[in-house]
T-cell receptor
Framework: GEDVEQSLFLSVREGDSSVINCTYTDSSSTYLYWYKQEPGAGLQLLTY?????DMKQDQRLTVLLNKKDKHLSLRIADTQTGDSAIYFCAEVGSGGYNKLIFGAGTRLAVHP | GAVVSQHPSRVICKSGTSVKIECRSLDFQATTMFWYRQFPKKSLMLMAT?????????EQGVEKDKFLINHASLTLSTLTVTSAHPEDSSFYIC??????????FGPGTRLTVL
């Protein structure tokens, strides 16, 4: 079945880069997403990448996609304390464009 | 960007009572709305998909008679937790979409059943 896996925790120093990794199983996924969730809040879409792309950069965020290995990563440059949150990777499930399959989320802790 | 609101943001109820949670798309018409449940430190689990004017499609293992979903208009969907029990306590999040592509998420509703 469809599955998305992420490491659960990442701790980085303020100013360093953070890299959050994700693996997925559905090779037919056309879109892959990264969402951010702050404590007690809903999800905020950070960025997404089409499956025919290898990389997408958006300011401090860089998404890398390795379709062969079904591996997705999110790099946050110059990580700030405001980046502390849970980051979810999601792929579009077989239910269509709108059905998302989420990973368990990676909790990013940024310390001084 | 598109905004989705949820009401209430937090609710506490007694065991055996029913609770209704509203999800509204404020600046777009959501032809499809999704309801998710999130357990502490866990991912979002899709409960059901609702299309405006038709019955919701529930995921496997989700009791449709317990979690009633209504999507009567393009801007409003409601989730009613009937005869709530402590194990129903959770964070419920809705999202809306107007077509293929991005889902816009609400801020979530924390339900606590005593």
């Amino acid at each position: 079945g469809e599955d998305v896996e992420q490491s659960l925790f990442l701790s980085v120093r303020e100013g360093d880069s953070s890299v959050i990794n994700c693996t997925y199983t559905d090779s037919s996924s056309t879109y892959l997403y990264w969402y951010k969730q702050e404590p007690g809040a809903g999800l905020q879409l950070l960025t997404y990448i089409f499956s025919n792309m290898d990389m997408k950069q958006d300011q401090r965020l860089t998404v890398l996609l390795n379709k062969k290995d079904k591996h997705l990563s999110l790099r946050i440059a110059d990580t700030q304390t405001g980046d502390s949150a849970i980051y979810f990777c999601a792929e579009v499930g077989s239910g269509g464009y709108n059905k998302l399959i989420f990973g368990a989320g990676t909790r990013l802790a940024v310390h001084p | 960007g598109a905004v989705v609101s949820q009401h209430p943001s937090r609710v506490i109820c007694k065991s055996g009572t029913s609770v209704k949670i509203e999800c509204r798309s404020l600046d777009f018409q959501a032809t499809t709305m999704f309801w998710y449940r999130q357990f502490p430190k866990k991912s979002l689990m899709l409960m059901a998909t609702s299309n405006e004017g038709s019955k919701a499609t529930y995921e496997q293992g989700v009791e449709k008679d317990k979690f009633l979903i209504n999507h009567a208009s393009l801007t409003l969907s409601t989730l009613t937790v009937t005869s709530a029990h402590p194990e129903d306590s959770s964070f419920y999040i809705c999202s809306g979409t107007s077509g293929p592509g991005e889902q816009f998420f609400g801020p979530g509703t924390r339900l606590t059943v005593l």
